[in-house]
T-cell receptor, first 108, second 112 residues
């Protein structure tokens, strides 16, 4: 069993839909990252969370430390949001443990 | 703008021919990381520098080395690339270990 699990693995939505990507982890963490990776591209850090909720524009990230669960929400989705979204948790030291990613496709 | 820069974005090398990938940062961060990401897989940490202190991951092959001549630059050297080393190589930085990591655009390495 992976220490970080994301669901769904693949998600297809229509433009304008509200999207939720989930991340569950089984280890103690100091922080959780949500990352975005476009095809053939580098990784962009969207959020780093250790508690509560953060919002950047149409993106919202929440974390429940007791339940070891985080969600990434995208409101009013757009085709340019199509990318792989990766959940990564910081455990001890410098190590980030990555989930396998969620491939999001938003159709016009 | 402050950023993490990787050069080149695409690198082709021959089997067994040494290759060096470059990362620079204008963030003045203490920590620089190198990750390897193979197709459809999660990034894998190879090593990181905390200032001048080099920290190697236990399962990083000896074929991979790194240099950090100053705060701004960090290099990844692959001494004898094999076909299995073809991947995206990502550089990241953070102010300190506990802080958020900022990723560069990556260098896609092809080994022929």
């Amino acid at each position: 069993k992976n220490e970080v699990e994301q669901s769904p693995q693949n998600l297809t939505a229509q433009e304008g839909e509200f999207i939720t990507i989930n991340c569950s982890y089984s280890v103690g963490i100091s922080a959780l990252h949500w990352l975005q990776q476009h095809p053939g591209g580098g990784i962009v850090s969207l959020f780093m969370l250790s508690s509560g909720k953060k919002k950047h524009g149409r993106l919202i990230a929440t974390i429940n430390i007791q339940e070891k669960h985080s969600s990434l929400h995208i409101t009013a989705s757009h085709p340019r949001d199509s990318a792989v979204y990766i959940c990564a948790v910081k455990t001890s030291g410098s190590r980030l443990t990555f989930g396998e990613g969620t491939q999001l496709t938003v159709n016009p | 703008d402050a950023m993490v820069i990787q050069n080149p974005r695409y690198q082709v090398t021959q089997f067994g021919k040494p290759v060096t990938l470059s990362c620079s940062q204008t963030l003045n961060h203490n920590v620089m990381y190198w990750y390897q990401q193979k197709s459809s897989q999660a990034p894998k940490l190879l090593f990181h520098y905390y200032d001048k202190d080099f920290n190697n991951e236990a399962d990083t092959p000896d074929n991979f080395q790194s240099r950090r001549p100053n705060t701004s630059f960090c290099f990844l050297d692959i001494r004898s690339p094999g076909l299995g080393d073809a991947a995206m190589y990502l550089c990241a930085t953070s102010r300190d270990i506990v802080y958020e990591q900022y990723f560069g655009p990556g260098t896609r390495l092809t080994v022929t």
